[in-house]
């Protein structure tokens, strides 16, 4: 399991380090956020369904880990801003998903939950 906590003091602190506490806002951290997101899909833009699966396998693997990173990274930040548990956030969300897609009518098929 990821330390979430740990990591959200790095970052912190890399951020106190360098005095950017001004410019780490929420909505400036969840506009960062939406641009790293945005750069993931970049690296799969016009590949083909094989292409994807096996992009781990290409020149591209370094590129696909740091943005997934600096996606974690804005992630996290924007969690600790706003006080966020995240483990607790997704914990919670599972449940709700659970209930929303029982696994009975769920199972083999992508229709939303207000479609079965």
């Known amino acids: 399991m990821i330390d979430d906590k740990a990591i959200q003091e790095k970052i912190s602190q890399f951020a106190k ?14 506009m960062a956020l939406s641009v790293e997101a ?39 930040r924007l969690c600790d801003l706003l006080g966020i548990d995240l483990s607790q956030a997704i914990a919670e969300k599972m449940q709700l998903n ?7 009518k769920a199972r083999g098929n992508a229709k939303k939950y207000n479609e079965f």
């Not at 380090?17 to 969840?30: G, L």
């Not at 740091?66 to 992630?75: G, I, N, Q, R, S």
């Not at 659970?98 to 009975?104: D, F, M, R, T």
Request: aromatic share 10%; glycine share 0%; hydrophobic share 35%.
């Open 38 to 76: 945005s750069e993931i899909l970049e690296l799969f833009q016009w590949l083909t369904e094989d292409e994807a699966k096996n992009i781990m396998q290409t020149e591209k693997s370094s590129q696909v880990r740091h943005e997934l990173a600096d996606t974690a990274v804005y992630l996290l």
């Open 17 to 30: 380090e360098r005095e950017w506490e001004r410019f780490h806002t929420p909505k400036n951290i969840a």
């Open 98 to 104: 659970a209930q929303k897609y029982p696994v009975e």
